[in-house]
């Protein structure tokens, strides 16, 4: 299976340098391919999913894409999967390394049972059959992260088999179809994560970091049900959602690129278990150097951990040590909810629109920036969902900002929607104060609004008259209006709000003028 | 003194007749005038002596930690001792000094034991006097004239001890005598949460109860170990040692293992199969041997490991990697698995009908003199002397070899029971009921030592034959 992997990474790991692990680190049959840092220090892996091409049927010269993948991600736990040593990031170099960690002869693995109880509860919530019996192997090959020689996984027996993944696909003109998709879940695995390598190519020598060595991973592998780098993509995503709301792994990913031509399926070019990497400089796919597909990983089972065993409330033995064991039905109760129930009750709550409830959840912390500001807002939910999805969140892309780094605070434009909502100011009003808090000089909503005098005109018989003197002073405006047409009476409307230097609702401009143009 | 049981030797402690530094020096002089055997890598005098010092204040508090306080212990070469360089006999880990203690160790300092230092093996435990794993301790305590305990696998832990194949390695305790077999069994049995094939079952302290009676026993003597290459003398103290059973009332009968004859092959592919496996992690970057290469990476690790094992070593490496190969795993690891099955099912059934221990002999002959034993090369050796021990490796059941006689020669010869897994102490029980029916002499070194001034002076490696 060579399919490649993306990697999901843990949060914070803030990398100085610009490429780790460059190419050499294609050792194994799915290997990661340039690294390199992103804005907000998010490391991004950029892997190349497995893309195969389906024979065309006869007649047909059409090819049909198929991707599959494989995914890794870092368990949440507070030590590593075989042995003590702690899982912490950007700790010194080296400083987190166990004997066993380091393969000193006579070391010997002891199983994690949080990392176990992570792979349930993500096989649990993937719809997967958990094993109640799974084995571990070693898989061997040589390369300086790889202290032992071999990687313990499951490859014989992994812990969970056959669930499913639903992902959800926006597409249409407006994207606004949100149409269900499948992607079926072969396995999930535990495996232990490798050391890192950094290449000197000036001193010609390679330094090696073993602190995440023997991390625990969960390898997640996703049949090729995906048609198209979009839907890969997608599918991702809402794995990592479910990840990080279960809480068993941060799955904190940076955009990814997937990027394979049809046009060379179509020119028949060579595909097919071929693992390739993206070469960021060219700004295209290359092919990797063909030896994976000669490496031989000698699987043999792995002597020193006995088969692992979890039970269900049927099977548990009695009067049996609670912490010796693993129940899968405790687990199963104790799942935390999942993003799609997540967007279904805020569907259901504040009768949001489904894509704007996919939004939400995408964006890192917009669904918590939501939620803190309907707390304390009387405004209408769709007026929120609106300035939080558009305004907030147009705001936060122009400048390459994540959510936590927004000027504004919930609590200001909660603030900023209740005067809103009791019309205290106008629409247009509300934008000029934002953007004015957005410049984040420690002023409230209210001050702004006194400062730059933009209290909407509460008298509505000054209001009326000047829409009367407006009405006197463009005759031939009011001709084409009762002449019917329609857009006169913007022009109209526009002229009072000039007049009013912006400081009456539209609206109720609108409302006085026709009732006056009735008359 | 240095003769003596355990307990002899604890009482005498205890009682004050001698000191534990006494008793230290001693050995130490011993291992001085007999460097010539070559039997240790490493002698750690100043950890022992400080060590015997410790126990000495202990003594005369009153205080001391039990049965093994203050007595002189070797380790063989593979367990990793802290702070002592730790070989496997092989270049690949010389000037390697370990961080830590295996379990076992850890249990003996515990218990106030005096670390005399760190013994020879073959590179690894890989030669036919060496597998710790077929037969090496039962093989050289036959030959010595000693009591070799191969325990019950999962009975005692295995971390820090080197591996060679984890699914049959087993420490193995070497003494003059059962009850001081059973006494250090005592105190290494138990679950170690480091080593996950140890059995979580708590383990009741080893106390051998004294045996009379054997009428109620079933001695089982395998028939097809009675093979053509067994050596006339071992094949007659055998039967005299079922005569002796079956004169005191015991019932011996004769039993099959008919899957005997495939265990040799079947070991030798699953072993070479895990050390291939265990191997690997000598790469040279972390501990042990480095080459100075410095070109690559790959170039590094094969001038490393060419440099770092010898040729046993490596030939096993790679016909384990052979096997483990894509291609070849079905027809020969997961064969040789299921063969493993096998074997292990002979002896479930055999137990099963009634038989309490077998009685087998541990080697072919006595130790054959160097200059003979060269002549085969290593793969034959370890097929020849592993024979009778191997197979209880493969099942994981408790074996010991009991001494029995001199031969004409000279030299000893030890028998083997095998016992009903993790019935360790009825095995010994009767191993000790053995022992005293036979009353093999005691090796008095005195007399030795007198022997060999002159061949030391020589500076040859010679047979020396003992007087009884």
Redesign the interface.
């Known amino acids: 299976m060579a399919a490649p992997m993306l990697r999901l990474c843990c949060p914070g790991r803030r990398w100085a340098l610009a490429c780790i692990d460059g190419c050499s680190r294609h050792r194994r049959g799915a290997p990661n391919g340039c690294t390199s840092s992103r804005k907000r220090g998010q490391s991004s892996v950029a892997q190349q999913p497995f893309i195969t091409a389906q024979k065309p049927r006869k007649g047909e010269h059409e090819w049909a894409a198929v991707v599959g993948l494989e995914i890794h991600a870092q368990i949440s736990s507070k030590s590593k999967l075989f042995s003590g040593s702690q899982v912490h990031f950007a700790a010194p170099p080296n400083s987190l390394v166990s004997f066993f960690d380091a393969s000193l002869p006579g070391t010997l693995p002891v199983l994690n049972r949080r990392c176990v109880e992570a792979a349930v509860m993500t096989g649990l919530a993937l719809n997967c059959r958990i094993n109640k019996k799974s084995l571990f192997d070693r898989k061997h090959y040589f390369y300086a992260d790889l202290p032992a020689g071999y990687q313990i996984t499951q490859q014989r027996l992994p812990i969970a088999v056959n669930g499913s993944l639903v992902y959800s696909f926006c597409a249409g003109k407006n994207r606004s179809q949100v149409i269900n998709k499948t992607a079926r879940v072969k396995q999930i695995q535990l495996e232990q994560d490798s050391g890192k390598s950094l290449h000197d190519d000036l001193r010609s020598q390679t330094l090696i970091d073993l602190n995440r060595a023997g991390v625990g991973l969960l390898e997640v592998v996703l049949e090729p049900d995906m048609s198209c780098g979009e839907e890969a993509a997608t599918a991702v995503r809402e794995l990592q959602l479910i990840l990080q709301a279960l809480g068993t792994s941060q799955a904190n990913m940076a955009d990814y690129e997937i990027q394979r031509q049809i046009n060379e399926l179509e020119n028949g070019g060579e595909i097919l278990n071929e693992t390739r990497s993206f070469d960021s400089k060219l700004g295209c796919t290359i092919p990797m150097r063909d030896k994976e597909g000669k490496q031989d990983y000698r699987f043999m089972p792995e002597p020193n951990l006995p088969p692992l065993l979890l039970y269900d409330t049927e099977s548990l033995p009695a009067g049996a040590d609670p912490q010796q064991v693993i129940d899968i039905d405790r687990i199963r109760e104790q799942l935390p909810e999942l993003p799609s129930v997540t967007r279904e009750k805020l569907v259901q709550q504040y009768g949001m629109l489904p894509e704007h409830s996919f939004t939400l959840l995408n964006e890192v912390g917009l669904l918590e920036f939501f939620q803190n500001v309907m707390k304390e807002t009387r405004a209408e939910p769709k007026k929120v969902t609106s300035w939080v999805l558009n305004t907030l969140l147009g705001f936060l892309k122009q400048q390459n900002l994540a959510v936590s780094e927004s000027p504004v605070t919930p609590s200001a434009l909660a603030e900023l929607l209740n005067l809103l909502d009791r019309k205290a100011i106008s629409s247009s009003a509300a934008k000029q104060v934002f953007e004015e808090l957005w410049r984040n000089e420690g002023k409230t909503p209210a001050q702004i609004v006194s400062e730059k005098k933009l209290e909407l005109m509460q008298d509505q018989e000054a209001l009326e008259q000047l829409c009367h003197a407006v009405m006197e002073g463009h005759p031939q405006v009011v001709m084409d209006v009762k002449k019917g047409n329609p857009r006169a009476i913007n022009k109209l409307i526009g002229l009072v709000r000039k007049v009013t230097l912006s400081r009456a609702d539209p609206t109720v401009i609108k409302e006085i003028l026709e009732k006056k143009l009735a008359s | 003194m240095l003769g003596r049981t355990l307990r002899e030797v604890s009482a005498a402690l205890k009682q004050g007749h001698i000191t534990p530094t006494e008793l230290c020096q001693k050995c130490l002089s011993i291992i001085k005038k007999t460097k010539f055997l070559n039997a240790y890598i490493t002698v750690s005098e100043e950890v022992a002596l400080k060590q015997a010092e410790e126990s000495e204040k202990r003594y005369k508090k009153g205080h001391s930690l039990g049965d093994l306080d203050g007595i002189p212990i070797a380790v063989k070469d593979n367990?990793?001792t802290s702070g002592i360089e730790?070989t496997?006999a092989s270049n690949m880990?010389r000037g390697?000094v370990?961080?830590?203690n295996?379990t076992v160790v850890q249990k003996l300092l515990d218990q106030g034991a005096l670390l005399m230092g760190k013994t020879n093996l073959d590179e690894f435990a890989m030669g036919a006097l060496g597998s710790d794993t077929g037969g090496s301790t039962r093989n050289p305590a036959a030959h010595c004239g000693l009591v070799g305990l191969k325990p019950s696998y999962g009975l005692v832990s295995?971390?820090?001890?080197?591996?060679l194949?984890?699914?049959m390695d087993v420490p193995g305790i070497l003494t003059r005598c059962v009850d001081d077999a059973a006494i250090v069994l005592g105190v290494l049995a138990g679950h170690d949460?480091?080593?996950?094939?140890t059995i979580?079952d708590p383990v009741k302290p080893f106390v051998l109860p004294s045996l009379t009676d054997v009428s109620k026993l079933c001695i089982g003597i395998p028939k097809e170990y009675l093979t053509p290459e067994l050596s006339s003398e071992v094949r007659s103290l055998w039967s005299k040692a079922a005569n002796l059973f079956e004169s005191e009332g015991a019932k011996v009968i004769e039993v099959s293992l008919p899957h005997t004859s495939y265990s040799i092959v079947c070991y030798h592919v699953l072993c070479t199969?895990?050390v291939?496996?265990n191997?690997?992690?000598f790469?040279g970057?972390?501990?042990g041997h480095r080459c100075d290469i410095?070109v690559s990476?790959?170039a590094m690790?094969a001038a490393t490991r060419r440099e770092g094992f010898n040729d046993v070593v490596r030939g096993r490496i790679l016909s384990g990697?052979f096997f483990?190969?894509?291609e070849n795993?079905e027809n020969y690891?997961v064969k040789a698995q299921k063969v493993r099955r096998l074997i292990a099912n002979d002896f479930v059934t055999v137990f099963n009908s009634g038989v309490d221990v077998l009685l087998t002999p541990t080697t072919l002959s006595e130790a054959v003199p160097y200059t003979e034993f060269i002549k085969e090369d290593n793969r034959t050796r370890s097929a020849q002397d592993d024979i009778f021990t191997q197979a209880a490796n493969m099942a994981g059941l408790p074996a010991v070899s009991v001494p029995m006689a001199l031969s004409n020669q000279g030299l000893p010869i030890g028998l083997q029971f095998i016992g009903r897994a993790f019935c360790d102490q009825e095995l010994l029980t009767i191993a000790r009921w053995f022992e005293k029916q036979v009353q093999f002499p005691v090796i008095q070194l005195q007399e030795l030592m007198d022997d060999c001034s002159s061949v030391f002076e020589n500076e040859k490696l010679a047979s020396v034959s003992l007087k009884q």
Do not use: W
């Not at chain 2, 949460?193 to 094939?197: A, G, Y």
């Open positions: 367990f990793s730790t496997c880990l390697y370990p961080p830590y295996a295995r971390h820090g001890l080197i591996p194949v984890n699914s949460p480091k080593d996950s094939t979580q199969s895990e291939a496996s191997m690997a992690r790469d970057l972390e501990y410095d990476t790959e690790y990697n483990l190969l894509k795993y690891f």
